[in-house]
């Protein structure tokens, strides 16, 4: 039975690594075969098997040298005359030295004079590691209390939050120095039908958009996508600052706290290339009438705190 | 002496055990059905009374209170009856707590379908049910204590020690967790607000399962088990030790659900140092179960009570490690909010309560109808059963709550969280969620399994309603000095009062402070009392059972700030009778989510979540566009919420309902401009009002915050 339970455990552990691996990276089982890592995993499991083959070996070879030992002291204590005792193994000596307990052979010398419905009580010593867990626990308790609340040694929460957000804001800091990218924002930016750009778009569109807008950006809770009417401007530059800034007083929320100034441009492309797709089951319009040469006052930075998206 | 003859009543125990059985099995199919819908939103077949916010309490309390609960009683009355050598105290008082628990359970089974709840954990039981509660709980008491001094054994024997604490802190907890004031027969608000709520509501919740699931069902091992093993207790010493310590360390440990939350630091810390105290007495119970069977392991293998036995202590030493660990406050940070705490709990319930029943019962069956087990087969085939199922629920839940916290935390080098939808974290772990709902429908399995063979046991024997018996009267003259705690095993009385000193120190340490120094809870002046409209939402909020996966407590880590916004302060609560930090997210927190998405988002979102958010496994809530709020209850919410401190003027529930209309008005307009026709008075507009309020108050341009105001 122990066999089937581990073979169980064993066929639980894949499950997780799929979990994980499924998310954003090819993981390993897309592809078990070509996996780079496959002929690792497979050496990893031959050598775990052969460790457990030698292990199993080991005991068994002990196991015999034990029997041949054991039938010696044996026949030497009946070539004394004197009875054989067989030493104790080492776990018992183990058990005896942790609990500390008094022998079951000479249990009665424990027994207390009670008897509830026929149990009886043994009187046995604490347990030492048992009793050194408890006062370690005790001890370490005391500590605590003085390092968080007395000497003040290690920060409480809000100190540690603070101390997290300025580590994080040190480390974007390095990555943006190492990698400069140029500055992507609504002012330089022109529309180009890369197919590329537009393919990244629409997965960023997928995730983060499709919700109110829809698969096809037919429009449901936020506004059809696919026509020429636009409540804050149909230009690159006007839809590319809607997205980074929102429209916190509609519900659409500021994404530059959530996506990056490329996924923006991305998704913004994307959008624009919906233009005229007429999709099925289409939002009515919302908005004046776009044309290219209206000038559109480019929507403001809003102070409201921006929060990713639930 | 003359030895005097009596009988004992086994009548009674069979009716809880009858009880015990019929409730686990609703219980855990409950709890199935749950586990499903976690997966597939429609196992709740698109009604309100089964919709998941509803039956997760439903599941919880009949675990608790209808499974476990009744098995506690049966164990008990079989027990203490022998250790004490006589018959009940009074068999009318028996029935009594027999048939008002299970009048209880009845009404407990109608109202949380109903959505009638308080939706504090494990109390969602309404005012008047809580009264009833009382009063059965206190003849449970009566009769116990009355049954002790009755008793023809001079010492109370360590199991009736484990039972008295039971009855006296479960007393306890109750009475000061259940203060509040009502609005009507059906409806009451939390006496205590924030983070006071918060906090007795913790310290009630972590200590149900302490007096409730942990100290009677150690008194239950320090009986059943030496009995099935036929081998004396290992250790007297460590009895008194590891009972005491472990009744006066528990009640401190409550803060440890609220780690990292706006409750103060040293609560908190307290929270955290007594539950890595509680490690030793909690071990000290498994560790005298287990080397009681020393000498008798060889029985263990053939004997299938010693086998669930085994496995309980086990589980109750596992479960009693993990607990203290999930307490440190670097691993609650992830473990909190997750599947792991789920896990946690299962194999405490599946693993040490179920167990422990399942060996109880198929040890006192035989006995009670004088007979032999129908099935040792089927009985160990009920144990693997339960044990697969514990490993087949446990571990993927583990995996699932680490696998989910570390999406939720982790960034990009440039700073943007990796996974900004929290969706796609909840979807990564369906697949263990099924794993999870076949280990509870294994469980199911084995439980049925195991109320077949019962019945047929009992069918094979005949049931000795009352078992004549007789001993010596009771005799006053000690017999030697065995020390002080020998005196005190012949004094319930004094007993009784010791251990009702050292369960209301840790508790009264923690409470009063947070409750008399204000700046404990410092106020925030933008912060102020719910609209009408908004309160009516805030009722459907708790009525729908929100809170079961959805927090309102934005901890200080950033990635909790990115994705939701500021954290919480404990002045942004006060008005909150009860509390909604909630203590799982299975979607995402809600406390800053005001503002974050128009109205119409939110409409379309609780008609069919599916269409705005694929994949989600949250539940439609078509009913609240059907049915209508009841503005006649507006006033007396108002008038409920000023009597425990809430600053709405006077007289000023009569033109509360003016304001109401106005809120509402705006929204339905705010709907209407996005093509939505829907009445005014709807659910769905009180509830989006509250909703869009969330959070809000401390986005208001001045956020004094003043210490001492």
Not at chain 2, 451 to 456: A, F, H, S
Not at chain 2, 543 to 558: A, D, I, K, L, T
Request: hydrophobic share 45%; net charge neutral.
């Amino acid at each position: 039975m122990k066999n089937k339970i581990i073979a169980l455990l064993v066929m639980l552990l894949p499950i997780s690594t799929w979990a994980q691996d499924a998310t954003a990276t090819k993981g390993f089982w897309d592809d078990p075969i070509n996996h780079p890592m496959t002929p690792f995993y497979v050496l990893m499991t031959l050598v775990g098997i052969v460790t457990i083959l030698v292990f199993v070996v080991a005991i068994m070879l002990l196991q015999v040298l034990n029997t041949f030992v054991e039938r010696s002291a044996r026949e030497k204590a009946s070539a004394m005359g004197v009875a054989y005792v067989p030493e104790p193994s080492w776990w018992t000596k183990l058990d005896r030295k942790l609990t500390n307990a008094v022998p079951l052979e000479k249990e009665a010398t424990i027994v207390l004079d009670h008897n509830y419905d026929g149990i009886k009580e043994l009187d046995n010593h604490l347990p030492p590691w048992w009793k050194w867990l408890f006062y370690g626990t005790i001890a370490w308790s005391v500590v605590y209390l003085v390092v968080y609340h007395i000497t003040d040694s290690v920060p409480l929460q809000e100190q540690e939050y603070a101390n997290e957000i300025a580590l994080a804001d040190e480390q974007i800091r390095k990555t943006r120095a190492a990698e400069p990218v140029a500055a992507i924002d609504e002012a330089a930016l022109a529309y180009t039908a890369d197919a590329d750009l537009i393919s990244k778009g629409a997965a960023v569109y997928k995730n983060n958009c499709a919700s109110c807008h829809k698969d096809k950006g037919e429009g449901s809770i936020g506004p059809n996508l696919t026509d020429d009417y636009w409540l804050h401007g149909g230009s690159i530059q006007n839809i590319f600052a809607t997205i980074k800034n929102g429209v916190p007083e509609k519900g659409m929320i500021a994404w530059n706290a959530i996506l990056k100034p490329e996924e923006i441009r991305d998704v913004s492309f994307f959008i624009m290339s919906l233009k005229g797709s007429n999709p099925p089951n289409a939002k009515a319009p919302q908005g004046p009438i776009w044309k290219e040469e209206v000038k559109t006052e480019v929507v403001k930075t809003d102070s409201v705190k921006v929060q990713a998206s639930l | 002496m003359e030895l005097e003859k009596f009988s004992y009543d086994n009548k009674i125990v069979k009716a809880f055990i009858i009880a015990t059985v019929a409730f686990g099995l609703v219980g855990m199919l409950v709890g199935l059905t749950a586990a499903l819908q976690l997966v597939w939103p429609i196992f709740n077949f698109d009604l309100q009374y089964s919709s998941f916010g509803r039956i997760r309490p439903l599941h919880t309390n009949a675990i608790i209170f209808a499974f476990v609960g009744n098995a506690m009683f049966a164990g008990v009355y079989y027990s203490m009856q022998r250790l004490l050598k006589t018959r009940m105290f009074n068999d009318t008082l028996s029935w009594i707590n027999f048939w008002g628990w299970q009048a209880i359970i009845l009404a407990a089974a109608i109202t949380l379908p109903l959505g009638l709840t308080t939706s504090k954990e494990y109390a969602e039981l309404e005012w008047p049910i809580d009264i009833a509660i009382t009063l059965i709980w206190v003849v449970f008491g009566i009769n116990m204590i009355g049954t002790i001094l009755r008793r023809r054994e001079q010492h109370m024997y360590v199991a009736i020690w484990f039972y008295i604490a039971t009855f006296i802190t479960v007393a306890v907890l109750h009475v000061v967790n259940s203060f509040e004031m009502p609005v009507n027969l059906f409806k009451s608000y939390s006496w205590y607000a924030g983070v006071q709520d918060a906090l007795v509501q913790w310290w009630y919740g972590h200590n149900a399962v302490a007096f409730f699931l942990t100290t009677p069902f150690l008194g239950l091992m320090y009986y059943y088990l030496p009995k099935a093993a036929n081998r004396p207790v290992y250790s007297y010493r460590l009895s008194i030790i590891h009972f005491w310590s472990l009744i006066f360390i528990y009640i401190w440990a409550g803060p440890h659900h609220l780690l990292y939350t706006s409750l103060p630091d040293w609560a908190q810390s307290l929270g955290t140092v007594f539950s890595i105290m509680l490690i030793a007495p909690s071990w000290g119970g498994m560790l005298n179960g287990l080397l009681t069977l020393r000498g008798a392991w060889d029985r263990v293998r053939e004997d299938v009570v010693l086998k669930f036995f085994v496995v309980a202590v086990t589980a109750y030493g596992m479960a009693t490690l993990e607990g203290p660990l999930l307490s440190l406050k670097n691993i609650n940070a992830i473990a909190h909010f997750t599947d792991w705490i789920v896990a946690h709990v299962h194999v405490g319930g599946l693993g040490w309560n179920g167990f422990m029943i399942f060996g109880m019962l198929y040890w006192l069956v035989p006995k009670m109808w004088d007979t032999k087990i129908y099935s040792n087969k089927l009985a160990n085939l009920h144990f693997w059963l339960g044990t697969l199922g514990i490993i087949f629920y446990a571990l993927p839940m583990y995996i699932s709550g680490v696998v989910q916290s570390l999406m939720w935390k982790e960034f990009t080098p440039d700073g943007f969280l990796m996974y900004k939808n929290f969706l796609e974290t909840t979807v990564q772990i369906l697949p263990l969620h099924m794993l999870r709902a076949v280990g509870g429908a294994l469980y199911l399995v084995g439980t049925i399994i195991m109320t077949y063979n019962l019945i047929k046991t009992a069918y094979s024997g005949k049931f000795i309603a009352n078992e004549a018996t007789e001993a010596a009267p009771l005799t006053i003259a000690s017999h030697g000095n065995k020390g002080w705690h020998a005196v005190l095993e012949r004094k319930p009385i004094v007993f009784t009062t010791l251990a009702l000193v050292a369960i209301l120190i840790g508790g009264a340490i923690e409470m009063v402070p947070t409750f008399l120094i204000k700046s404990n809870v410092p106020t925030i002046a933008s912060v102020k009392p719910y609209t009408p409209l908004e309160l009516h939402g805030r009722d459907i909020y708790i009525r729908e059972g929100c809170v079961g996966c959805h927090s309102q407590m934005v901890r200080p880590f950033r990635s909790e700030t990115e994705r939701y916004g500021e954290y919480s302060k404990s002045g942004e609560y006060v008005y909150d009778h009860p509390f909604l930090w909630g203590s799982k997210r299975t979607g995402p927190d809600l406390q800053r989510v005001g503002g974050k998405y128009g109205d119409s988002w939110h409409y379309y979102h609780m008609l069919d979540p599916g269409s705005v958010s694929a994949g989600t496994i949250m539940p439609a809530y078509p009913w609240l566009y059907e049915q209508q709020i009841d503005k006649e209850q507006t006033a007396l919410k108002i008038n409920a919420l000023r009597t425990i401190g809430v600053p709405y003027a006077e007289g000023y529930e009569q033109t509360a309902n003016e304001d109401l209309d106005k809120q509402a008005a705006r929204i339905v307009e705010n709907l209407q401009m996005e093509g939505i026709e829907v009445i005014q008075d709807a659910e769905i507009i009180a509830l989006i009002a509250y909703l869009q309020r969330l959070g809000t108050d401390i986005k208001v341009k001045d956020t004094a915050l003043s210490a001492n105001q």
